[in-house]
């Protein structure tokens, strides 16, 4: 498949091939079987991709940084100048207490100047942040952490980082190792993690 798989309408131009069932995408723990029926049936994932890590510097001031997938462009291993033992690329999302999970197919890409260069990226992708971005929300906020916890229902957040293992999740790093990373790591720490580039020095997590 070589272009868009859904229009920027809604139309999916794929059908058959958006509800492949794709077992390596599928963790075994999950409770969903291989269609995200949370999202349109569409052939279910459970390891979407880090983006946007950014930190609170204030109360309205935050720090960016780039990830692997950072609006979805073309990194290479030499552009992980922090060391592809030190970064994490992929995640875990599961689907029970109301998180979503994710899809394998990805998401569309649109020219919108409402909609951002790509459509529905949390289909597939999970922030890293320690801020929420509400005016209502504390500061700093756990909501784009581990198993973040939506605050306005006190349920796993929908689009973040999640599993149905206790304690943490897995994540597959840039040298290809998978590594189980407890919920309870510092915000910080997680966020220069997913960062490529940040320069700052991690010790054990």
Excluded at 93 to 116: C, F, Q
Aim: a negative charge; proline letters at 5%; one cysteine or more.
């Amino acid at each position: 498949m070589n272009g868009p798989w859904r229009t920027q309408a809604g139309v999916v131009l794929q059908p058959t091939v958006v509800n492949l069932v794709i077992p390596a995408f599928n963790c075994p723990s999950d409770p969903m079987d291989g269609v995200n029926t949370n999202i349109n049936s569409y052939g279910k994932s459970n390891y979407p991709a880090l983006y946007s890590p950014s930190r609170i510097l204030t109360t309205s001031t935050t720090q960016g940084y780039s990830a692997a997938w950072n609006n979805h462009a073309s990194i290479r291993i030499r552009d992980i100048t922090d060391g592809v033992s030190n970064v994490l690329i992929l995640g875990e999302r599961t689907t029970e207490d109301r998180a979503a999970g994710s899809i394998w197919i990805g998401a569309v890409p649109t020219n919108t100047a409402t909609g951002g260069n790509y459509a529905d990226w949390y289909w597939h992708t999970a922030l890293v942040r320690n801020w929420q971005g509400s005016s209502t929300a504390p500061i700093p906020s756990t909501i784009y952490l581990i198993n973040g916890i939506n605050q306005t229902n006190g349920l796993k957040y929908e689009w973040t980082l999640s599993s149905s293992h206790t304690g943490g999740c897995h994540f597959l790093l840039g040298d290809g190792r998978v590594q189980f990373v407890s919920e309870n790591i510092d915000g910080e720490t997680l966020i220069y993690l997913a960062s490529i580039n940040d320069k700052n020095v991690i010790g054990e997590f």
